[in-house]
Nanobody, 122 residues
Framework: QVRLVESGGDWVQPGGSLTLSCTAS????????VGWFRQAPGKARREVAV????????YYEDSVKGRFTISRDNAQNRVWLQMDNLQPEDTAIYYC???????????????WGQGTQVTASS
């Protein structure tokens, strides 16, 4: 069964850190760009970070630059999102998804995970 599964979401206080993991099963991630997205209540899903299949310079949305780091290990079939200095505005459900090439155009991402909740609140 082809699946993406996110994990690592949790509640943290502002300024805290979390690492999200996206694990693929039933297919190999090595042929795909992988993106992290988030959706806050009442808002549209937005891209957060995207990494290409061959580790080229990743894309970051402006509000997370310098705080979030996307990385991947094709041998483990996994992609991570390290999130530091989390703020209340980062609160959302975070999703990972695959695309044929590096892009931020959400309709080009075909396989999606079920999401993991991240909450930054005091």
């Amino acid at each position: 069964q082809v699946r993406l599964v996110e994990s690592g979401g949790d509640w943290v206080q502002p300024g805290g850190s979390l690492t999200l993991s996206c694990t693929a099963s039933g297919f190999s991630l090595q042929y795909y760009a992988v993106g992290w997205f988030r959706q806050a209540p009442g808002k549209a899903r937005r891209e957060v970070a995207v990494i290409s299949d061959n580790y080229q310079a990743p894309y970051y949305e402006d509000s997370v630059k310098g705080r979030f780091t996307i990385s991947r290990d094709n041998a483990q079939n996994r992609v991570w999102l390290q999130m530091d200095n989390l703020q209340p505005e980062d609160t959302a459900i975070y999703y990972c998804a695959t695309a044929a090439r590096l892009t931020t155009y959400i309709p080009h991402f075909g396989q999606w995970g079920q999401g993991t909740q991240v909450t930054a609140s005091s």
